[in-house]
């Protein structure tokens, strides 16, 4: 329910995060640390996730665990800053739908990182940004510019060479990675989808509330959908338990620091949002020992870079 902040910013990983500006702006020589560290954060919750799957937890499990303690956070900041909680009649149900997308979103995201390499599953996902171009494009919203257009060769350029794709071995490697990848772009096509309703049918509705609203609605539905077909699963062992708790930890912290930060923080350096799939190698290998080749890593800068410069050929 984040939205990559660093290409786009409507409130939303903004992520779906808003407030009231204060009167002074931070630095970009303190802005970028602050969400670099947040950035790190949102990778490591991937890296937990991943723990709690590899040591029997369910997919539904995580979803829950997650989306329930970052509900929690929420409302309790929510409330402590006096923000109203009721929703325009009207926008009821685009509420609603967009929390069913983010339902699927994170369902799908989680079930890629249970797969393949946690870093692999978030650049697959990182294809939201030129999914949500391409969406206002063909709805009319926005003219796609050259530039915009370029970056997203070179961001699918570079995912190729992330994901090790080739002609030649292509049918060997999809058989690998290819469930992992699919996921991955159901989370990227669900995430766009939760972009443009914020953009457009929800952006009266202030971000901190909508943030609240389609965490718990993902809460809810994957309780309830969870329970009917017996999807849940608990770890089997301390670290599963671990990594639970580290998934939830992580990204309410993350979240936590959007929410008191990124409101004070300058346009510009919300690049440095992008940086969570680059942390996300070191910390698969660190942690997960989840190697890639050098060429893999050139792959994700270049598709890092490129979709921080679609963010500023739409500025």
């Not at 079930?111 to 996902?125: E, G, Q, T, W």
């Not at 991955?184 to 901190?208: P, T």
Request: proline letters at 4%.
């Amino acid at each position: 329910m984040r939205a990559s902040a660093g290409w786009m910013r409507t409130p939303s990983r903004g992520r779906t995060v808003s407030a009231n500006p204060p009167a002074r702006k931070l630095s970009l020589r303190v802005g970028i640390p602050i969400l670099l560290a947040a950035s790190t954060l949102f990778a490591s919750n991937h890296v937990g996730a991943r723990l709690a799957f590899d040591h029997g937890a369910s997919v539904a499990t995580g979803v829950v665990v997650r989306a329930t303690a970052t509900a929690l956070v929420l409302l309790a900041l929510i409330t402590a800053q006096g923000v109203p909680l009721a929703l325009p009649r009207h926008v009821r149900l685009p509420a609603l739908l967009t929390g069913l997308c983010a339902a699927v979103q994170s369902y799908c995201l989680y079930s890629a990182v249970a797969r393949i390499p946690v870093a692999l599953a978030l650049l697959v996902f990182h294809t939201a940004p030129i999914l949500f171009v391409l969406l206002s494009w063909a709805m009319g919203h926005e003219r796609l510019r050259a530039s915009s257009f370029a970056a997203m060769l070179v961001a699918l350029a570079g995912l190729a060479l992330a994901l090790n794709i080739r002609v030649e071995g292509f049918a060997e490697r999809w058989a690998e990675i290819g469930a992992g990848v699919s996921w991955a772009l159901g989370g990227s096509v669900s995430f766009m989808l939760m972009l443009y309703s914020n953009a457009h049918a929800l952006k009266e509705v202030d971000g901190r509330v909508r943030t609240f609203v389609m965490t718990a609605v993902t809460a809810l539905i994957v309780v309830a959908a969870g329970a009917a077909t017996h999807a849940f699963a608990l770890p089997k062992d301390s670290q599963g338990w671990l990594g639970l708790g580290l998934l939830a930890m992580f990204y309410c912290g993350g979240m936590f620091m959007l929410f008191m930060w990124l409101p004070r923080l300058v346009a510009a350096s919300t690049v440095a949002l992008n940086f969570e799939p680059i942390a996300l190698l070191g910390l698969g290998w660190m942690v997960l020992g989840q190697v890639v080749a050098p060429v893999q890593v050139a792959g994700a800068f270049f598709t890092v870079g490129a979709i921080a410069w679609l963010g500023s050929s739409k500025k």
